[in-house]
């Protein structure tokens, strides 16, 4: 059994580690309310791209013979886009985009289609690294405070892979920001422009996420009846839709990564704020349990010297 002193020792060790995880839990608070502001600033723009793209999309008769904007004519080899962060210490964040990222390229790999990682943030380049997987493109050393700069170099990067021909699909896997207390693992196809999820969003009247699209709620999005199963709506394009479309895309793609770069930021925050007022709160019950210890132990020792004072009295009789 361990002795007073010792366990004297793990209680004064223990409040240590708890003086760091309150410190971060407080330094992550002040930092997720910097990034909800980012968030809230941010998605009324990606919101209003999604919607000009799916309307300019379903506008366009056909879909304009640029390299970004063709489609391949088979899909052999499919790019991931893991985002993570620099740090750890934040409960499950990292680990649920590792985990999901690495069980969709089994997947993709038992189809028979090769994959080509790329992964924003330290966690995923190791974690890729460490599972010997060869990685295309590694972005790190940002994640706390994500520049739209960032998010034109992953962008680039992609498209550049995807009109070289060295992926034919782009998919992004991130986590989601809801509140503080919940994260939401998020799979969103990128490109090619007809399998990604703003067209396919075209089908709902909001976003994906819940959110009406305020044109169509009251009606200034309405539908020519005359336009036949195309849809066309009746919006007055200069110039022509496919040239929008062609201007269009690039800023979707680099929005997209921006808006999930900002969504992980504020996610890890929210995560790591949770997992330190976890840990400070797991800090108090193991002290208490310590100190109960340590009482015991004390009055164990008090017992056996008032048993030896009795012992040697006895004797001197």
Same mark, same amino acid.
């Given at each position: 059994?361990?002795?007073?002193?010792?366990?004297?020792?793990?209680?004064?060790?223990?409040?240590?580690?708890?003086? =760091?995880?309150?410190?971060?839990?407080?330094?992550?608070?002040?930092?997720?309310?910097?990034?909800?502001?980012?968030?809230?600033?941010?998605?009324?723009?990606?919101?209003?791209?999604?919607?000009?793209?799916?309307?300019?999309?379903?506008?366009?008769?056909?879909?304009?013979?640029?390299?970004?904007?063709?489609?391949?004519?088979?899909?052999?080899?499919?790019?991931?886009?893991?985002?993570?962060?620099?740090?750890?210490?934040?409960?499950?964040?990292?680990?649920?985009? =590792?985990?999901?990222?690495?069980?969709?390229?089994?997947?993709?790999?038992?189809?028979?289609?090769?994959?080509?990682?790329?992964?924003?943030?330290?966690?995923?380049?190791?974690?890729?690294?460490?599972?010997?997987?060869?990685?295309?493109?590694?972005?790190?050393?940002?994640?706390?405070?994500?520049?739209?700069?960032?998010?034109?170099?992953?962008?680039?990067?992609?498209?550049?892979?995807?009109?070289?021909?060295?992926?034919?699909?782009?998919?992004?896997?991130?986590?989601?920001?809801?509140?503080? &207390?919940?994260?939401?693992?998020?799979?969103?196809?990128?490109?090619?422009?007809? *399998?990604?999820?703003?067209?396919?969003?075209?089908?709902?009247?909001?976003?994906?996420?819940?959110?009406?699209?305020?044109?169509?709620?009251?009606?200034?999005?309405?539908?020519?009846?005359?336009?036949?199963?195309?849809?066309?709506?009746?919006?007055?394009?200069?110039?022509?839709?496919?040239? =929008?479309?062609?201007?269009?895309?690039?800023?979707?793609?680099?929005?997209?990564?921006?808006?999930?770069?900002?969504?992980?930021?504020?996610?890890? *925050?929210?995560?790591? &704020?949770?997992?330190?007022?976890?840990?400070?709160?797991?800090?108090?019950?193991?002290?208490?349990?310590?100190?109960?210890?340590?009482?015991?132990?004390?009055?164990?020792? =008090?017992?056996?010297?008032? &048993?030896?004072?009795?012992?040697?009295?006895?004797?001197?009789?």
């Amino acid at each position: 059994m361990a002795s007073q002193k010792d366990i004297k020792g793990r209680i004064a060790s223990v409040k240590n580690i708890q003086k =760091i995880t309150r410190a971060m839990e407080m330094v992550a608070a002040a930092r997720l309310r910097r990034a909800e502001q980012r968030i809230a600033a941010l998605r009324p723009y990606a919101d209003a791209i999604r919607r000009m793209t799916r309307r300019v999309a379903e506008a366009t008769g056909s879909i304009p013979s640029l390299p970004i904007l063709s489609e391949h004519g088979s899909t052999e080899r499919v790019g991931l886009l893991l985002v993570t962060a620099d740090r750890g210490l934040a409960g499950a964040f990292n680990s649920q985009v =590792i985990r999901a990222g690495n069980r969709h390229g089994r997947e993709l790999r038992a189809e028979g289609l090769d994959v080509a990682w790329y992964a924003s943030g330290r966690r995923g380049v190791s974690s890729l690294n460490f599972r010997g997987l060869e990685v295309s493109g590694a972005y790190t050393g940002f994640t706390d405070r994500p520049a739209y700069a960032d998010a034109r170099e992953i962008a680039g990067d992609l498209a550049t892979a995807y009109v070289d021909g060295r992926v034919d699909r782009v998919e992004i896997f991130y986590n989601g920001y809801v509140s503080a &207390m919940n994260q939401e693992l998020r799979h969103e196809t990128l490109l090619p422009l007809r *399998h990604a999820d703003v067209i396919d969003a075209a089908t709902s009247p909001g976003d994906g996420r819940g959110s009406p699209d305020p044109a169509t709620e009251d009606g200034r999005d309405a539908v020519d009846a005359g336009a036949g199963s195309h849809g066309r709506t009746l919006w007055i394009y200069e110039p022509e839709p496919e040239e =929008i479309l062609a201007r269009l895309v690039p800023d979707y793609v680099e929005i997209s990564i921006y808006r999930a770069l900002l969504e992980s930021t504020a996610s890890e *925050h929210g995560a790591r &704020m949770t997992a330190m007022r976890s840990a400070s709160e797991n800090a108090t019950t193991l002290i208490g349990d310590l100190t109960l210890a340590a009482n015991r132990e004390r009055q164990a020792e =008090i017992t056996q010297e008032i &048993m030896e004072v009795v012992a040697g009295a006895e004797g001197l009789r």
